[in-house]
């Protein structure tokens, strides 16, 4: 009896783990961003540069997040060019998103470089965090 | 009786090997009859988790047999600049899928499709596309525009697997081929 306790408690706690640790890769993410310079990071300053287009030169002239991304975090996007199918960026659709850090930091150059023609700062890397996240609690 | 069973069981087996060798494509244009080329079809399937999650997030994986060594290290030197997107990787990161697609290479592979493509292009030549390789062109002469770039549900011979349903497992047999809205194709 006794085990079968331990055992269906440990099964309940999984998705509260699971949760604990998403909000840990965020937030260690943010105190990186802050110790290097970020300053009152707001997820509606990460909205309004989501949203802005930037000029490039070539294919796509003109770019921004929402190219692929479209306007709605919650929206499945597709590759402005090969029309791959990307899943939804807002961890609230799509509980993958914001749980590796290797990962946002590499999208964060790729796609930052390609948007914008350079990479984010650390202050624009932490509005679209917080924008993505949905969350103002770091 | 045993012996008798060994033997059926022996000219079974060679039937087995010998069938698929007598009725395969015999599209010999790029090919000898070298021995490694008789032993199996199609190019390398991709088996390598790393490539597939970093190589395959912006367009579908392509496997490493369709180019020979020099254009996957002419592709993987300048990944800034990706066909006018960015896919920079980490130092680790490059070094593993480097190493996987030079060893799964068309010119290092015994797959017959692979070396043939290997052998279409010329030596100095290092094409990024493998659309622009001469075996995949001559492959691919008899297909009209509608049923690819203006085929809404393919686009692009970039979209291998559109056709080619077992694409990522490296069969690009014709028996494998379902064009949308056209179905089968018989050479």
Redesign the interface.
């Known amino acids: 009896m006794k085990m079968h306790i331990i055992i269906l408690t440990s099964l309940a706690m999984l998705p509260i783990n699971s949760a604990i640790s998403d909000s840990a890769t965020i937030e260690n993410l943010m105190q990186s961003y802050k110790a290097n310079g970020a300053v009152s990071p707001s997820a509606e300053q990460g909205k309004r540069l989501w949203g802005k287009t930037f000029k490039a030169k070539?294919?796509?002239a003109e770019r921004s997040c929402t190219t692929c991304h479209t306007d709605d975090l919650t929206a499945t996007g597709k590759?402005v060019?090969?029309?791959?199918v990307i899943k939804p960026m807002s961890p609230s659709v799509n509980p993958e998103r914001l749980t590796k850090t290797?990962k946002v930091e590499?999208w964060f150059?790729?796609?930052c470089?390609?948007t914008l023609g350079r990479e984010c700062s650390v202050q624009e890397k932490a509005d679209i965090l917080l924008y993505i996240a949905n969350t103002t609690s770091f | 009786m045993k012996s008798t069973l060994a033997i059926s069981a022996i000219i079974f087996t060679v039937g087995l090997v010998t069938v698929p060798l007598v009725f395969s494509d015999n599209d010999f244009r790029w090919g000898g009859l070298e021995e490694y080329e008789q032993k199996s079809t199609g190019v390398p399937g991709i088996n390598n988790p790393l490539y597939k999650e970093e190589c395959a997030?912006?367009?579908?994986a392509y496997a490493p047999g369709l180019l020979p060594a020099r254009s996957w290290e002419k592709m993987m030197s300048g990944l800034?600049d990706h066909?006018?997107?960015?896919?920079?990787?980490?130092a680790d990161t490059y070094r593993e899928i480097s190493a996987y697609l030079l060893k799964n290479s068309a010119d290092k592979s015994d797959y017959r499709r692979s070396r043939k493509i290997a052998r279409s292009i010329k030596a100095g030549d290092a094409p990024l596309r493998i659309s622009e390789t001469p075996y995949f062109k001559h492959e691919h002469d008899e297909i009209p525009n509608r049923m690819v770039s203006e085929n809404t549900k393919v686009?692009s011979f970039?979209?291998c697997n559109a056709c080619h349903i077992k694409a990522e497992q490296g069969s690009f047999n014709e028996h494998d081929i379902r064009i949308p809205g056209y179905g089968r194709w018989d050479d």
């Open positions: 070539g294919a796509f590759h060019k090969t029309s791959k290797r590499k150059k790729r796609n470089k390609w | 997030s912006c367009h579908i800034d066909f006018g997107d960015n896919a920079e990787l980490d686009m970039s979209n």
